[in-house]
């Protein structure tokens, strides 16, 4: 997949108290100036924003990358004459400095779009019951939810599955020193860079945002007041009416607020200004579910439909194939509409968002499975380099690589929630549109070519099959190892969001559940065979319960905690066992160290498994 495509909110918008009976204020100078002029303003504002923004984000490498490939990847080539181009190369040159290795880069957008796609998945109900009624949606709820969610934030980093990879990504987050003085001279040259383009397109220099009025507005964007922010958008609306990113601030300001008129006013200013220096509009799509959110809080239903259909196809045209969250909100807005109206091409514009994010997900869990599956695969490293920087990559390798074998001595089968969650609603779409068998086996093809499992853990891929599918799990037939205070489980019963309880009943009716289990390590006995891959949990608090015979144990394992798809096993402790464990007291001399023995009768309690 892509990363680094979302600019944490450069140029995201601001929105503007004005009701919707006044004259466009933006409308009103765009209208004055050519085209070539309104892409010169537009590029302008952009950059000299995008270069404070950089300034003010020497804490964040993820800022850097992202920031670096919407650059390379999202400009429009037509908007750009020499003089922007060489600012822009210099932008780059800067950027590319301080951007992180590919790996931490990978597992970075890996990690917030797992994060994102949890988050979504806690704000909707359950797929299957989505289509009962039209009030199952909560399209407000999805807005609420990840879908804004910042990449350059370490606080959405923190629920990481492996503490290891954690402190790894962590490491190195911030710039050092030395960006300070190639920060510096970017100010510089994005100051002669303003100067010359008003003067080389006859720009009304008002229009030109000047570095003070940006460090303003940069500060003023992330103030968590939104009262606050709105009075100080409102009032210097001269300053920025020009800008883009202004009015788009602004409505998500108001929105913040709930104030949806003025909410959807804003988005109405923006669009007004018809300027394109991107070639898919992204902040513009992002406000977009807020703006279909709000519209569906204020407009009649007539005009709701109307308004959320149009701004659907214009998030569907500003974003690409990997823009699975922002598409997603597209297909439950169309189901919303679908509801309203029981039209059926609302379903079927749903259906086709859903099938074509699956169609470009699955390939991202088939790469986890390789990863997992397959021998680790450790970075080069190339010894000491002379460059500051270049030493600090070497070390960040070796890091990588210490990391990657440390977690894989724990690490359990990867999910891909964005693809769970799409595959969770194409199903529900599917049973509802009642779609023919020789399009449930394309699906089945896409999912699972040559039979294959999408997901390695089967009792979670059993449930995206239409035909041919999978053998319903059948515990019975399925060997778990229970020793009290060790539990060894095969894994393909697992993945890396799997939750595993111990309940005890004894035999007066009180019950303690055993909660704290840990993977300590998983042996890869067959490297064909997931189900040869054992994970082996252990418990503090079932190693101090003091067991007793005739005890009723349930093991209950939820391969992901997220879901209502609980796998069970009962034992019972049975009687005592007889076990001797022979010691002695030996010298080692080459170590200098007594090892002490002696000969000790123990009884314990046995754990027997029941049907």
């Not at 917030?112 to 199952?136: D, F, H, M, R, T």
């Not at 499992?453 to 229970?482: C, H, P, R, V």
Request: aromatic share 10%.
């Amino acid at each position: 997949m892509k990363t680094g495509k979302r600019i944490v909110c450069i140029g995201l918008a601001i929105v503007l108290s004005v009701s919707a009976v006044l004259p466009s204020i933006a409308g009103e100078t765009a209208q004055m100036l050519t085209a070539e002029q309104k892409n010169a303003i537009a590029m302008l504002n952009y950059i000299t924003v995008l270069t404070q923004d950089i300034n003010k984000s020497k804490n964040s490498k993820v800022y850097m990358e992202n920031a670096y490939s919407n650059l390379v990847n999202n400009i429009y080539p037509n908007s750009v004459d020499d003089r922007t181009l060489d600012q822009l190369q210099g932008l780059l040159d800067t950027m590319e400095r301080y951007r992180m290795i590919d790996v931490k880069r990978e597992r970075l957008q890996e990690v917030y779009e797992q994060s994102k796609a949890l988050k979504l998945k806690s704000a909707i109900p359950n797929p299957l019951g989505l289509l009962s009624s039209v009030n199952s949606i909560s399209l407000a709820g999805i807005v609420a939810s990840g879908l804004y969610m910042a990449i350059d934030s370490k606080s959405n980093y923190s629920a990481f599955n492996s503490s290891k990879e954690k402190d790894f990504l962590e490491k190195g987050w911030a710039l050092d020193d030395a960006a300070d003085k190639e920060l510096h001279e970017r100010r510089k040259s994005a100051f002669t860079y303003m100067i010359k383009m008003v003067n080389e397109y006859g720009l009304p220099g008002d229009s030109a945002l000047t570095e003070e009025a940006v460090d303003d507005f940069v500060s003023w964007k992330a103030n968590k007041n939104v009262v606050a922010r709105i009075q100080f958008l409102e009032e210097n609306q001269e300053t920025y009416k020009d800008y883009g990113g202004y009015w788009l601030t602004l409505a998500d300001s108001y929105y913040d607020l709930e104030d949806y008129q003025k909410c959807l006013d804003a988005v109405t200013e923006y669009e007004s200004m018809s300027a394109r220096i991107f070639r898919h509009d992204y902040d513009y799509a992002q406000i977009l579910p807020r703006a279909i959110t709000a519209a569906g809080k204020i407009y009649k239903k007539d005009q709701y439909i109307s308004v959320a259909d149009n701004w659907c196809q214009k998030i569907m045209k500003n974003t690409e194939d990997d823009d699975w969250s922002l598409r997603y909100f597209a297909a439950q807005t169309y189901l919303d509409l679908y509801g309203e109206t029981k039209e059926q091409s609302f379903i079927e514009k749903a259906y086709k968002i859903c099938l074509n994010n699956v169609n470009v997900l699955a390939a991202e869990q088939q790469k986890l499975n390789e990863r997992y599956l397959n021998k680790p695969e450790k970075l080069k490293v190339f010894g000491k380099k002379k460059a500051k920087e270049e030493k600090a990559k070497e070390k960040e390798k070796k890091d990588y690589n210490k990391m990657l074998m440390t977690t894989r001595e724990c690490e359990l089968p990867p999910i891909y929630e964005p693809l769970q969650l799409n595959c969770d609603l194409l199903f529900a779409i599917a049973k509802e549109m009642g779609i023919p068998s020789e399009e449930k086996s394309r699906i089945d093809h896409i999912l699972h070519p040559n039979d294959d499992n999408l997901f390695l853990t089967d009792i979670i891929d059993q449930k995206y099959w239409f035909d041919g599918a999978n053998e319903k799990f059948d515990s019975s037939k399925t060997d778990i190892s229970y020793e009290g205070n060790e539990l060894k489980i095969p894994a393909n019963l697992l993945t890396s969001n799997s939750s595993v309880n111990v309940t005890v009943k004894e035999k007066d009716g009180n019950t303690t559940e055993l909660k704290d289990w840990e993977v300590q390590k998983v042996e890869r006995k067959n490297k064909q065979d997931l189900s040869k891959f054992i994970a082996c949990f252990n418990s503090k608090s079932a190693k101090d319960y003091r067991w007793k015979p005739g005890e009723k144990i349930t093991i209950t394992i939820k391969p992901d905690k997220n879901e209502d798809s609980p796998v069970t096993f009962n034992y019972r402790s049975d009687g005592t066992k007889d076990k001797w464990y022979d010691y002695a007291k030996i010298w080692e001399g080459h170590k200098n160290h007594w090892y002490d023995y002696a000969r000790v009768w123990e009884n314990s309690v046995e754990f027997v498994r029941e049907a």
